[in-house]
């Protein structure tokens, strides 16, 4: 999902089935901010599963401040119009890891 700057709209930019797990489409860019929504099957600790819908903002280190703003300054709208509720933030792409989300949704229990 990005923000066409233009237009003033949070579209969505390209969308992808991945079977490997998170951090595995490295297709995240490195250099612009973007949002990703992402569905993760999560095996709980007492065995049952689930799939949250993860809100991923990342906004690599070096990218240009003006874009920063923008997507900083729409992302509590668009969270709250999905309803979204794990909501992450990334600087560094390479953090996105299976093993960086597990953690981050471990604390929702």
Same mark, same amino acid.
């Given at each position: 999902?990005?923000?066409?700057?233009?237009?003033?709209? *949070?579209?969505?930019?390209?969308?992808?089935?991945?079977?490997?797990?998170?951090?595995?489409?490295?297709?995240?860019?490195?250099?612009?901010?973007? !949002?990703?929504?992402?569905?993760?099957?999560?095996?709980?600790?007492?065995?049952?599963?689930?799939?949250?819908?993860? !809100?991923?903002?990342?906004?690599? *280190?070096?990218?240009?401040?003006?874009?920063?703003?923008?997507?900083?300054?729409?992302?509590?709208?668009?969270?709250?119009?999905?309803?979204?509720?794990?909501?992450?933030?990334?600087?560094?792409?390479?953090?996105?890891?299976?093993?960086?989300?597990?953690?981050?949704?471990? !604390? !929702?229990?």
């Amino acid at each position: 999902v990005k923000i066409d700057k233009d237009k003033q709209l *949070v579209i969505l930019d390209e969308e992808y089935e991945v079977s490997e797990g998170v951090g595995s489409n490295r297709s995240v860019s490195l250099t612009t901010s973007t !949002f990703i929504v992402y569905s993760y099957k999560y095996q709980h600790d007492d065995g049952r599963v689930s799939y949250p819908l993860c !809100f991923i903002f990342s906004s690599p *280190v070096g990218c240009k401040p003006e874009q920063q703003m923008m997507y900083a300054g729409s992302k509590n709208k668009l969270v709250k119009t999905v309803e979204l509720t794990k909501v992450f933030e990334i600087r560094n792409t390479e953090d996105l890891t299976e093993e960086w989300l597990r953690e981050k949704l471990g !604390f !929702f229990g």
